[in-house]
């Protein structure tokens, strides 16, 4: 597993990548109430805001970490969005890209930097 | 160093696991470990705990007698005072000159003085307005008092095995129990009680409320939305010095003896424009709109019809009742029909809205 800044986790599945957020977001966020997902066959650039998650409390956004195409979303999340609090880094990931080029993957933070940067 | 303040009960909310942020100039707990959700829910269903100490609390004793004192507040607030019955409280507001509103509070006859509670972000302007138009009141601000609201179904049940007596209260009546105050009311339409006491007593005070079955902290997180869902403005938010009590949907507060025909009509500030509005109609109101899809809409959300901006939705988020989401907000009259389809720019996608009777969910009191 892969992690980003904005307390995204990645992981390789075939040639395609999982993205969901971490625990420490998911509790930082509260309540998920409401997910709003890209459509499939979406390009996509680092940054780009690609997922609305509301909670109770307020509403963020879930950046694509990388550049690629979005080729599925977890339909699941718009029926059950408390499935982003019961289990973020497995039923509950957001979306799978196809990126060119996996060792981009490299740059990112393993998981004790991560646990470094939440502290 | 934050440079905000703190509550007396700082410690315990710590101490519970409360996350504390800034609001009004305070360390507030906004949750605790159970979650906005859960601690909604648990007030719906059973007790919750509030810390409200960074609210004002303002005695105000007459220099003559309390007569002459209700009729002097009767100048600045469009509401009954005079016929206010000792032990009794009453929700009601400073207007401006204009018929806006300075603050929301609410005002309980104590005997031979009056307690007025207050918004925290106002406690200094309106202690200041007071002191300079009221002619026969002495006024303390009770910075030595803290604030608790205990609030839910089985909060008689639980303030009773510490408070003998508030049984036999009826909502919005007041008591004194030695050096704590109560009165029977809150902010989440539920039954309950606010209970005011010196921050030398809080922690011992609050701690025995939390040990007792059924009674669990609640932070500001759920506090909005419990408002929100018993369709209770929020000042500063809902309203604020532009917006008429008319406007707001609060005429119901505005008593009958200070309207036209009324034994002391007007005669308080911005009555020109506040009675012209109650006899001839507002041109805009505060509503309760339901969005169609599961999206909450929140404050700052512009109101459409068609393409054209028609108002501002001034609170939204979700509702854990209703498992679905709310929002309040201002629209001209001929919009403000039950039903009333429109949309909101969201995230600049129209989504559509209908306006709604509130309160979202049923009130609760001991009447």
């Known amino acids: 597993m892969k992690y980003t800044k904005d307390h995204e986790w990645l992981r390789v599945e075939g040639d395609l990548v999982v993205v969901g957020i971490t625990e420490h977001a998911a509790t930082q966020l509260g309540d998920v109430v409401f997910v709003e997902l890209p459509e499939v066959e979406t390009m996509v650039t680092t940054g780009d805001e690609v997922v609305v998650i509301e909670s109770v409390k307020a509403a963020s956004d879930i950046l694509a970490p990388l550049d690629g195409e979005i080729v ?4 699941k999340l718009v029926d059950s969005p408390a499935l982003v609090n019961e289990d973020p880094t497995g039923a509950a990931w957001f979306f799978k890209m196809r990126i060119d080029d996996l060792s981009v993957l490299d740059d990112l933070m393993d998981e004790d930097e991560y646990a470094d940067l939440i502290g | 160093m934050s440079g905000l303040l703190r509550l007396p009960l700082h410690d315990l909310h710590v101490e519970l696991g409360g996350k504390i942020v800034g609001f009004a100039g305070y360390d507030m707990p906004v949750q605790y470990p159970l979650g906005v959700m859960g601690e909604h829910l648990h007030t719906r269903a059973k007790a919750g705990l509030f810390d409200v100490s960074h609210m004002g609390q303002i005695l105000a004793y007459p220099t003559g007698n309390i007569e002459e004192l209700a009729l002097d507040l009767e100048r600045l607030m469009p509401i009954d005072v005079a016929g206010l019955a000792p032990w009794r409280q009453r929700y009601g507001v400073l207007t401006n000159d204009t018929g806006g509103i300075l603050d929301d509070l609410m005002i309980a006859h104590r005997g ?13 302007a309106d202690f200041d307005h007071l002191q300079a138009h009221l002619r026969c009141a002495n006024l303390t601000m009770c910075s030595d008092r803290a604030l608790l609201a205990l609030q839910g179904p089985q909060a008689e049940a639980a303030l009773a095995q510490i408070l003998r007596g508030v049984g036999a209260m009826r909502f919005m009546d007041v008591r004194i129990f030695g050096d704590i105050w109560v009165s029977r009311s809150g902010y989440t339409g539920e039954d309950g009680f606010e209970i005011s ?21 609640i932070g500001l997180g759920a506090r909005d939305s419990l408002r929100l869902e018993a369709g209770m403005p929020l000042y500063g938010h809902d309203i604020d010095q532009t917006t008429s009590p008319v406007e707001a949907g609060l005429a119901w507060a505005i008593s009958k003896t200070r309207r036209a025909g009324g034994a002391r009509a007007g005669g308080f500030a911005g009555a020109a424009r506040i009675l012209a509005q109650l006899s001839s109609g507002v041109s ?36 854990p009742t ?10 001209p009259l001929k919009f403000t029909e039950i039903g009333t389809l429109i949309a909101g720019d969201l995230r600049g996608k ?16 001991k009447r």
Do not use: W
């Not at chain 2, 031979?112 to 207050?118: E, G, N, Q």
């Open chain 2, 322 to 331: 209703l498992n679905a989401p709310i929002s309040m907000g201002y629209l």
């Open chain 1, 72 to 75: 599925d979303v977890n339909q």
């Open chain 2, 197 to 217: 006491i010196p921050n030398t007593q809080v922690a011992v005070f609050a701690r025995s409320l939390l040990a007792m079955q059924g009674v669990a902290p």
């Open chain 2, 112 to 124: 031979d003085h009056f307690l007025i509670v207050v918004n925290a972000a106002c406690k200094a």
């Open chain 2, 284 to 319: 805009r109101l505060r509503v309760g709109l339901r969005p169609d899809s599961r999206a909450p809409m929140r404050e700052g959300v512009v109101l459409l019809d068609g393409n054209a901006p028609i108002g501002r939705i001034t609170s939204g988020g979700f509702s």
């Open chain 2, 350 to 365: 129209p989504t559509p809205l209908r306006v709604c009777a509130l309160p979202f969910h049923p009130t609760n009191y």
